[in-house]
């Protein structure tokens, strides 16, 4: 059966087909019938789902489905609120002779996550400051597992297989770049920021060995990925013996890196790298955004508005040659 991907839906469409499930739960609606609420996705995007009618005696097979599983649809696309969701038929899990590929269901950063690694690896062990490098090294060595797959957040910006590996990647390759035109930029404390600035999201977020994030864990809802890195580097330097000074610049650039009290940042950036840190991440968050916005549009027509960016709805151009 040709796969039909997310981007592909259409309004009045009725299909059957694959996908993977992001999100499941048996709910009680108004009616006091129960209904199924799910998330369905693959590599292109995500949908909201829902099976109103259970049938007597399915609720165990339906318990049975969990978020991650593959599972093949019999369903219908509708518009609820302006939103596409699906009206789902029918459901069951996928079996191996169904024939699919995981690819297809896993939305994932475009490069190798070991090659990624190395990259960000072979940055930290190459800088000349021997306090940073040994505490951007251990960083990395102690989540090395964890990054191999785990996503930046739980929607929204890099939230793909190794997502998390792929931002800190494009934020260090421009932060470098940054660097030789600032030259007054002190290189090995702009590294180690990128590098420790989002570490703490592995703990901030529950994540599958897929990418996929069912929501945050205790602490993270407690405490989030700010607070969590302070007082991991905190801990980390005192056990490596980081000088005080540096130990507190590289938590304040953690601090400081969402800018503003509201985004979760008690404190502005105090110095030159922090400040670029903080321009680093969102300049990467806001491409990341409008790319995946724009992957969707034709030549000439305009997105669906993106709220994360301020619900504009942004052009693809039309008129330049490829």
């Known amino acids: 059966m040709k796969q039909i991907f997310v981007e592909e839906l259409r309004q009045g469409e009725t299909f059957m087909d694959f996908f993977m499930v992001k999100m499941i739960g048996l709910k009680m609606g108004a009616n006091r019938k129960m209904y199924l609420d799910l998330k ?10 829902k099976k109103w009618d259970i049938a007597e005696g399915e609720t165990e097979l339906l318990n049975d489905i969990k978020e991650g599983d593959l599972v093949k649809v019999k369903a219908s696309v509708t518009d609820w609120q302006n939103q596409t969701q699906l009206r789902v038929a029918k459901i069951r899990k996928a079996v191996e002779t169904d024939g699919l590929q995981l690819v297809d269901f896993i939305k994932a950063a475009p490069e ?179 790319f995946e916005a724009l992957g969707g549009a034709k030549p000439g027509e305009f997105s669906e508005r993106v709220w994360t960016l301020e619900n504009r709805c942004l052009y693809k151009p039309g008129s330049f040659e490829e």
């Open 40 to 49: 369905l996705g693959d590599k292109t995007g995500e949908v909201n789902s």
């Open 112 to 290: 190798k996550p070991a090659d990624m690694y190395d990259y960000i690896y072979n940055a930290a062990s190459s800088m000349s400051d021997g306090e940073l490098r040994k505490l951007a090294v251990k960083v990395l060595e102690e989540n090395k597992e964890k990054l191999m797959y785990y996503p930046a957040a739980t929607r929204n910006h890099h939230a793909e297989y190794a997502g998390l590996l792929w931002h800190m990647k494009r934020m260090l390759m421009t932060g470098v770049k940054v660097c030789e035109v600032y030259g007054e930029l002190n290189r090995d404390l702009v590294i180690t920021g990128v590098i420790v600035h989002d570490m703490q999201k592995i703990n901030e977020i529950m994540s599958d060995r897929n990418g996929v994030s069912p929501g945050y864990s205790f602490e993270g809802q407690m405490l989030g990925h700010i607070v969590m890195g302070v007082k991991y580097i905190d801990r980390l330097s005192e056990q490596l013996g980081i000088s005080r000074e540096k130990a507190l610049m590289v938590e304040h650039m953690i601090l400081s890196h969402h800018y503003e009290p509201e985004f979760g940042s008690p404190k502005k950036p105090l110095f030159p790298e922090a400040e670029v840190l903080h321009y680093l991440d969102i300049m990467d968050a806001r491409m990341f955004d409008m």
